[in-house]
């Protein structure tokens, strides 16, 4: 399944399923991207992160996709899990002043399915 | 090791009240900052830290709120003559050193003005 971001905040698939969550980001200046998941509860854990000279970066089992020339960022998740199931947020690092300063998206919400 | 603390988990209080929200970095992480969530929304930069100094503060909502870090590792928010409008997760995050780096959140403060 596919999720186009801020318009459609809830992503559900079955387990065992490949999931991708997509977010557009807003400053063509922004040259850090990071990718959070939140439980209930919890706050935003770090899952994986990519610098603005890379269009590609992988960890275990996720992908982070960057296109600068659209401002997109896509998360991919290999062999979705029910423990996948969380709000997903994408956050580029702005700098308006000296300091870098994160901005969350609004969230997609994967709900994955036994 | 430990993660970053936050206290209380949740705080109640009445319209016009002062409250203090406590944060416990990360031991040695250099960079600190603050996020106000609100429900079903992405965590909304307050305030950043790097030691003691504030180098940024330009997400405070107004001069009712207000973040210290005398010494360079716990800091605590304070809000003056709460509001309504106060109310949501303050979340804390801590990172080793500068903002161009992932972030470790606590699990918040869940603030609810009466």
């Known amino acids: 399944g596919e999720s186009v971001g801020l318009h459609l905040p809830t992503l559900s698939v079955q387990e065992g399923d490949n999931s991708i969550i997509n977010c557009a980001y807003s400053n063509s200046a922004s040259d850090y991207f990071i990718w959070y998941k939140q439980e209930s509860g919890k706050g935003p854990q770090f899952i994986i992160d990519?610098?603005?000279?890379?269009d590609k970066r992988q960890g275990q089992r996720v992908t982070v996709l960057l296109n600068k020339t659209v401002k997109h960022l896509s998360l991919q998740i290999a062999a979705t899990q029910p423990g996948d199931s969380a709000v997903y947020f994408c956050a580029e690092n702005r700098r308006p002043g000296g300091s870098y300063i994160p901005t969350f998206g609004r969230g997609t919400s994967l709900i994955v399915h036994p | 090791g430990a993660g970053v603390s936050q206290s209380p988990r949740y705080k109640v209080a009445k319209r016009g009240q002062d409250v203090a929200l406590r944060c416990d970095p990360i031991?040695?992480?250099?960079?600190l900052f603050w996020y106000q969530q609100a429900l079903g929304q992405g965590p909304e930069f307050l305030t950043y830290?790097?030691?003691?100094?504030?180098?940024?503060k330009s997400g405070l909502p107004s001069d009712r709120f207000f973040a210290e870090r005398p010494e360079g590792s716990v800091s605590t928010l304070k809000i003056q003559r709460t509001q309504q409008e106060d109310s949501a997760v303050y979340l804390c995050a801590s990172s080793l050193e500068g903002s161009n780096q992932p972030q470790h959140f606590g699990d918040g403060t869940r603030l609810s003005i009466l």
């Open positions: 830290f790097q030691n003691e100094a504030q180098l940024d």
């Open positions: 990519i610098r603005s000279n890379m």
């Open positions: 031991s040695g992480h250099v960079s």
